[in-house]
């Protein structure tokens, strides 16, 4: 409640106005009756003394629980924070090693890019070889061809002279006889028909060695031949191997090759898709 001015006439530290009349009686009344009125009014300055000590006391306590609180819930946001933090650091170094491992598949992506392309480089290559191998043996084999047909004709008429040579023999032992001038025609014919086989025969048998060296280097080219085949089904096998690793390289990871257009080319370059 509201307190009174001391210095009022009810106050009980209102001054003393003497009086030539006052007796000490009433001076002493006077005075207890401004002590009593002090005791009530210290009462009062007491009990509010005591409220207001008790509503601060209310208040630090309420404060106090609002800063525990306040300071509970900071602490609280702070973990929270902290626990965001770690785990966005952790995120990101997942991010990281992921790119990492993005940029050396792209990185072996591109090796197996050029690897391939070298590859064909070197499949046409030893396709062309193997292709001017193939011509070169068929013309060879076409001249093999002629020189057997020329080798089996010489072959014929080497057997008609033969055959011409010995029935002149006969007719030349039927028709021969002491000094006779046909006779030694005949002779002369034999000899001349032995001069024609012999030449025959040698030419024969250069045409045969012919053939025969025809043959070896045919074999010889055939064996090349061969080995370049079985060159070039290795380097084929081992193509085929390398474009079926790439083709599942890549597609064990589609988000990234839809995402490039080199990588998304090199795989429809080897005859496949994302969505096979």
């Keep these: 409640g509201a307190t009174s001015d001391i210095r009022s006439e009810q106050s009980a530290f209102a001054p003393i106005k003497p009086t030539g009349t006052d007796t000490a009686a009433d001076v002493e009344a006077t005075l ?78 591109v090796k197996s890019k050029c690897e391939l392309e070298q590859a064909l480089k ?62 030694k025609h005949w002779l002369q014919e034999k000899v001349d028909l032995q001069q024609q086989v012999r030449k025959l025969r040698e030419t024969y048998l250069q045409k045969d060695s012919e053939i025969q060296q025809m043959k070896e280097k045919m074999f010889r080219h055939r064996t090349i031949l061969e080995e370049n085949n079985q060159k070039a089904e290795a380097e084929v096998r081992k193509l085929d191997n390398l474009v079926e690793h790439i083709r599942r390289t890549l597609q064990s990871i589609p988000e990234m090759v839809g995402s490039s257009a080199e990588l998304k080319g090199l795989l429809q370059c080897i005859g496949d898709d994302l969505a096979t």
């Design 32 to 109: 207890q009756q401004r002590v009593s009125r002090l005791h009530r009014s210290l009462g009062k300055l007491l009990a509010v003394r005591t409220q207001a000590e008790s509503t601060m006391k209310l208040q630090v306590q309420e404060l106090q629980r609002q800063i525990s609180v306040g300071r509970e819930q900071q602490e609280a946001k702070s973990n929270k924070k902290q626990l965001e933090l770690h785990s966005l650091q952790s995120r990101v170094g997942k991010l990281e090693a992921e790119n990492r491992q993005l940029a050396r598949e792209l990185q072996t992506h």
């Design 122 to 183: 070197s499949q046409n290559e030893t396709i062309h070889e193997f292709n001017k191998l193939l011509d070169s043996n068929l013309e060879e084999h076409s001249q093999f061809l002629a020189m057997k047909q020329q080798v089996s004709e010489m072959k014929r008429q080497l057997q008609q002279v033969e055959t011409e040579a010995s029935t002149y023999r006969e007719e030349f032992a039927k028709l021969q006889g002491p000094g006779d001038a046909l006779g």
